[in-house]
């Protein structure tokens, strides 16, 4: 029998909640496919912080350097709740971004994905969001704004000042694009470049290094577009895109707007990937406005399991049968909050609801009979 280890960082906010869901198909998961998924639990973020003193703290660390892969759960508070907690010691600054640097996972892939039974939930006209959309955003997640250099303090003048850098060398760059290409070639062979390279220098080299990779890859197709114009005409036409590549910072506010075009983040999961360690979170916030309500929506949850799945563990046909199992919950009528009006003529349901209904489903489904080593 396989044995897999899981780390699960629970995080802040709605995080414990729809942590929850994903452990519920976990648990069928293992059980369906005569697999050992063995969970163990461990603080990161904020909770983090008040517990033990750090975010991201010491045993955390040896239970994810020892997991086969790690479970993500949102973190953060909300504004006025964060400035409780030193800057540096901060969710992102003091957890998520050490996480990302511990295991180099540099290349983010956020499925922005609508299929055409679910496309009422978008807020696009229908005309704009026809059968619905399928995009794979590939964002660097290791380099950039958020990795460079900071420095505060004092100028000659007597002013506060602060520098952040932009830093990416080749090989960053190199890495992430032979992703996105190999990502386009097994899709529709078109990959858009996002860049900024009328203003950034950085996106000079970001866009030569996507040529040089490109001539490896002379059946994809490749379109330049600047990322202020990107984020147009993600409202505008989405179906233009199928892959999309761009840096750090670009990613991370982009993907929140295909979100938006999704008709809510909480069907927003993503991948982590690292040369030797992966791991895996919804691409939103822990939700401070909704947390212990059960009504988040853990499709974003339990989506980052479906991933963890299909590229940690090679359970391919598993990991389409639990999007399958999601995305007919929805098109049998059902949704959570954050997608639909209660009077839309939809049966809404909680977030434990929504766990349940997938499980039902994805136990009726049938049985993978063969998961490879
Ligand atoms: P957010 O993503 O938490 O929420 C934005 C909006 O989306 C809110 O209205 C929220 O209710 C809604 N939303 C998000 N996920 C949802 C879900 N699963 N179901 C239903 N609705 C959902 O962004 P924010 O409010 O700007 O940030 C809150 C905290 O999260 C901050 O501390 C921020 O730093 C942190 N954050 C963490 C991560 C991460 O852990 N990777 C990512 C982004 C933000």
Request: with cysteine; hydrophobic share 40%; net charge negative.
């Amino acid at each position: 029998m396989n044995s897999y280890k899981i780390a699960l960082l629970d995080g802040d906010g709605i995080g414990p909640e729809i942590m929850t869901e994903a452990v519920k198909i976990l648990n069928l998961v293992a059980e369906r496919n005569k697999v050992n998924f063995e969970l163990t639990h461990a603080s990161f973020g904020a909770n983090a912080y008040f517990e033990a003193g750090h975010p991201f703290p010491a045993s955390t660390k040896s239970i994810c350097d020892e997991a086969d892969a790690i479970l993500k759960g949102p973190i953060g508070l909300s504004h006025e709740e964060s400035q409780k907690i030193p800057v540096d010691m901060q969710p992102e600054r003091g957890a998520l971004l050490p996480l990302r640097r511990r295991y180099n996972t540099y290349a983010n892939f956020r499925p922005v994905y609508l299929p055409k039974d679910l496309a009422h939930f978008s807020p696009l006209k229908p005309e704009i969001i026809g059968d619905g959309i399928d995009i794979m955003i590939i964002r660097e997640l290791v380099g950039g704004l958020y990795f460079g250099h900071k420095e505060t303090g004092i100028n000659e003048d007597g002013r506060r000042y602060v520098k952040e850098t932009l830093e990416y060398d080749e090989d960053q760059i190199k890495r992430i694009m032979q992703v996105a290409f190999k990502t386009a070639q097994k899709r529709k062979k078109v990959l858009h470049n996002i860049h900024k390279s009328n203003v950034l220098k950085s996106s000079v080299l970001w866009n030569e290094i996507c040529v040089e990779v490109g001539q490896n890859f002379p059946e994809v197709e490749v379109i330049n577009i600047l990322v202020d114009a990107a984020a147009t005409y993600l409202c505008l036409n989405p179906r233009m895109f199928d892959v999309m590549v761009m840096e750090n910072m670009f990613g991370d506010i982009l993907s929140d707007q295909a979100g938006g075009i999704l008709g809510s983040l909480g069907l927003m999961p993503s991948a982590c990937i690292g040369p030797d360690k992966a791991y895996y979170e919804p691409s939103h916030g822990s939700a401070p406005d909704i947390a212990g309500k059960n009504i988040a929506n853990p499709y974003s949850m339990i989506g980052s399991v479906a991933m963890m799945l299909e590229m940690s563990f090679n359970m391919d046909h598993e990991a389409k049968n639990l999007w399958q199992a999601m995305q007919s919950v929805f098109a049998g009528g059902y949704s959570t909050s954050d997608l639909s009006k209660p009077d839309s003529g939809v049966t809404m349901v909680s977030t434990s609801e929504f766990g349940d209904k997938v499980v039902e489903k994805l136990a009726g489904m049938e049985i993978p009979n063969q998961v490879s080593e």
